[in-house]
């Protein structure tokens, strides 16, 4: 259940950030839903070893270094997710900022609410 609900909510995301953010392309519904997968599978599998390995830079950087890593991640997933684009480092920056706000407010009021 917690899968299905951080793939919608990386969806939702996903499609505002198709909107909000020029650069950024979603073909589909469907290509949504598996980006939204996509993208929750590398920061379940992917992104806690970068964290690790590029934990010096992260603390050099006082954690502003996590936005570039999740930057990786979204471009990640355009690049395995047909019908999803990323042109740029910026949309890309811009997306993750997105991504993670919303995945941010959601979570919480999923979480808040399912209690």
């Known amino acids: 259940m917690r899968l299905l609900l951080r793939v919608l909510i ?25 980006a939204g997968l996509v993208l929750g599978l590398i920061n379940a599998v992917v992104r806690p070893v970068l964290v690790f390995l590029t934990f ?8 502003l270094f996590l936005l570039a890593l999740n930057a990786f991640c979204v471009w ?12 740029g480092v910026w949309p890309a920056l811009l997306t993750a900022l997105i991504v993670s706000a919303v995945s941010w407010v959601l979570s919480a009021f999923f979480t808040t609410a399912h209690r």
């Not at 990386?10 to 953010?21: D, F, G, S, Y």
């Not at 010096?56 to 954690?63: A, D, F, K, N």
């Open 10 to 34: 990386n969806t939702a995301a996903l499609l505002l950030a198709a909107h909000v953010v020029t650069g950024v392309e979603v073909r589909s519904l469907p290509v949504a839903l598996a």
């Open 56 to 63: 010096p830079l992260t603390l050099l950087t006082l954690g």
């Open 76 to 87: 990640l997933t355009s690049a395995l997710v047909p019908g999803f684009t990323v042109q």
